[in-house]
T-cell receptor, first 115, second 113 residues
Framework: DTEVTQTPKHLVMGMTNKKSLKCEQH?????MYWYKQKAKKPPELMFV???????INESVPSRFSPECPNSSLLNLHLHALQPEDSALYLC??????????????FGPGTRLLVL | AQSVAQPEDQVNVAEGNPLTVKCTYS??????LFWYVQYPNRGLQFLLK??????LVKGSYGFEAEFNKSQTSFHLKKPSALVSDSALYFC???????????FGTGTRLLVSP
């Protein structure tokens, strides 16, 4: 089973709201990722967790706050977002980090609209 | 530094004909290369990867790719295209010890009936 699940599928929020995106995998993977994807563009890496510790932060604004409560779960907390943050947010997981040649498996994404 | 180029924004092919989606890469050291496909409003689906060994890699849904070190290419191929293959295809690269998967800009494949 190579399934990564994400909730919610769609999210509409105002610029003053606080919301969270959730990601879950049960493949025993130890690396998890958040990507942001704009329409017809490649995914842009935001955060990488390895063994539940933040490994990479791609200079993401502080209005995005990741959290890895355990090895199966990854959250992305959103606060005071801007309309330009509207995008598809993808979660991925892999057995180990990318440099080991491990395959990243992606979830279906959360379509976020910031009004 | 590492980078990937997908020179074609769009590839058009008739159903039943062979298809090729091009990818070239630039890395220092040995590359790990991947192909992903994305259908509208969906996540990325893994198709295949090259790590080491045989230069011809076979993957899901009848796709294959050939690693060419001298030309630094990793083109995606399929002998007979299906309308259902129409989607956005991404090539990606990472080299040993570098933690970030770098994606190409994507190629839209349109297969006409």
């Amino acid at each position: 089973d190579t399934e990564v699940t994400q909730t919610p599928k769609h999210l509409v929020m105002g610029m003053t709201n606080k919301k969270s995106l959730k990601c879950e995998q049960h493949m025993g993977h130890r690396a998890m990722y958040w990507y942001k994807q704009k329409a017809k563009k490649p995914p842009e890496l935001m955060f990488v967790y390895s063994y539940e510790k933040l490994s990479i932060n791609e200079s993401v604004p502080s209005r995005f706050s990741p959290e890895c409560p355990n090895s199966s779960l990854l959250n992305l907390h959103l606060h005071a977002l801007q309309p330009e943050d509207s995008a598809l947010y993808l979660c991925a997981s892999s057995q180990a980090l990318a440099g080991a040649g491990e395959t990243q498996y992606f979830g279906p994404g959360t379509r976020l609209l910031v009004l | 530094a590492q980078s990937v180029a997908q020179p074609e924004d769009q590839v058009n092919v008739a159903e039943g004909n062979p298809l090729t989606v091009k990818c070239t890469y630039s890395v220092s050291g040995n590359p790990y290369l991947f192909w992903y496909v994305q259908y509208p409003n969906r996540g990325l689906q893994f198709l295949l990867k090259y790590i080491t060994g045989d230069n011809l890699v076979k993957g899901s849904y009848g796709f294959e790719a050939e690693f060419n070190k001298s030309q630094t290419s990793f083109h995606l191929k399929k002998p007979s295209a299906l309308v259902s293959d129409s989607a956005l295809y991404f090539c990606a690269v990472v080299n040993t010890g570098f933690q970030k998967l770098v994606f190409g800009t994507g190629t839209r494949l349109l297969v006409s009936p």
